[in-house]
């Protein structure tokens, strides 16, 4: 039981936005501003079980005189000082891999040249549902699995908390621990409790990549909150929290070889996500859309590279061939066009990534189906590139 100057010290910390554990400086600039005290109590800072770290200190008396939970605007930083605290704050977004200082960042930017299709009215639902519903969308390379949840977050103006996922991200990484800031040691939440406290979508990319450190995602995963047991806090999410994960495979690891450092993962992990979306590539129709929406304005040459990837992918499902053309690499094609304004040159570079015999194939494929390539070429191609007056690739 506290005495009266102590309990009225403790109020005079929560009046101050302190929560335990609280630091050394907190104590200090409180006590000049309540004139309680004149140094910081040796009550707290002398006291063996009060120590929590150097310089921070238990004062669980905190809970009884202020809410336990309070929503943060961003990353919230424990026990430290105002100017700290104002440096993780200022960083937030940057600590947690995105672009930019500030929150409203996390609302991804609207792609202009974005062609919704697919699953996106499905994923739009859950998300302007505001409800808790986990999903884990799995396809092939370049299919627009990221883009999709992130184009659904910026149409409807919600934070997205992308985090990508490797072999060594750990639970420090996803639900956060102690930095070195400004001199102290302080508490900053991870992307994963940052997005449940502000009721943001969790998107955890590549998630087939993470290893058994993924599972302190467990309870996220039910909903039901999580302890961070560093600072013996409790975090439950706010409404609107909900989470997707995003792989090349449906967790059972890569057989081919297709996806190199994927592996499989825990069945209580996946057993968590109700729903999976597999997400195929689009349709041709779709795909012309999307090579449109990208810049491309040449009706022939587009119809041509989507028969090209359509062929190229029947060839992959029925085990013909190894490789396949993505979508993805179609919009590399095209934005290339766009730089050189060569087709075969465009198509040669974006096919540069695949062995020898692999890139002749698709390239003489794609002569097959578009029989005017060269000739089309080297008529538009200025002789500037080259004296002969074809295109040089």
């Known amino acids: 039981m506290l005495k009266k100057r102590q309990m009225r010290f403790v109020e005079a910390l929560a009046e101050a936005g302190c929560t335990s554990p609280v630091s050394r400086q907190e104590l200090i600039s409180v006590c000049e501003d309540s004139g309680i005290y004149t140094v910081p109590p040796s009550w707290i800072t002398q006291d063996p079980e009060r120590a929590y770290a150097r310089g921070l200190y238990n004062v669980p008396e905190l809970d009884s005189v ?90 409807l103006k919600r934070e997205c908390y992308r985090v990508n996922i490797t072999r060594q991200t750990d639970e420090d990484d996803l639900l956060g621990g102690f930095r070195l800031i400004n001199g102290n040691t302080v508490w900053v939440d991870g992307p994963v409790v940052s997005a449940m406290k502000n009721g943001g979508v969790l998107l955890l990319d590549e998630v087939d990549l993470g290893g058994a450190n993924l599972m302190c995602l467990q309870p996220v995963l039910e909903g039901k909150g999580v302890f961070l047991k560093k600072i013996g806090q409790w975090v439950t999410p706010s409404d609107g929290f909900t989470v997707f994960a995003t792989a090349n495979t449906k967790g059972k690891g890569s057989d081919d070889g297709r996806f190199v450092g994927t592996g499989v993962m825990n069945e209580a992990m996946l057993d968590r996500f109700p729903v999976t979306f597999e997400q195929p590539y689009p349709t041709r129709a779709t ?107």
């Open 66 to 155: 202020s809410p336990k939970e309070t929503p943060a605007p961003a990353p919230a930083a424990v026990a430290a000082p105002q100017g700290a605290v104002e440096s993780v704050t200022s960083n937030a977004a940057l600590t947690m891999g995105m672009t930019g200082g500030e929150r409203a960042t996390l609302v991804p930017p609207a792609f202009d040249g974005y062609v919704s299709w697919g699953h996106f009215s499905d994923v739009e639902k859950i998300v302007r549902s505001r409800q808790f519903y986990p999903i884990f969308i799995t396809g092939l390379s370049g299919n627009g699995k990221t883009l999709m949840v992130e184009q659904v977050c910026a149409k």
């Open 287 to 393: 795909e012309k859309k999307i090579l449109k929406k990208a810049g491309l304005e040449d009706v022939d040459f587009c119809d041509h590279l989507t028969a090209w990837s359509e062929t190229v992918r029947k060839g992959f499902y029925a085990g013909a061939v190894d490789e396949i053309i993505s979508t993805r690499r179609l919009v590399d094609i095209v934005n290339a066009y766009a730089i050189f304004g060569c087709k075969e040159k465009s198509i040669n570079l974006c096919l540069a990534r695949f062995d020898d015999e692999t890139k002749s194939s698709f390239m003489s494929l794609y002569e097959k189906i578009d029989a005017d390539l060269r000739s089309e070429d080297e008529s538009t191609e200025s002789t500037e590139n080259d004296e002969s007056g074809k295109c040089p690739f």
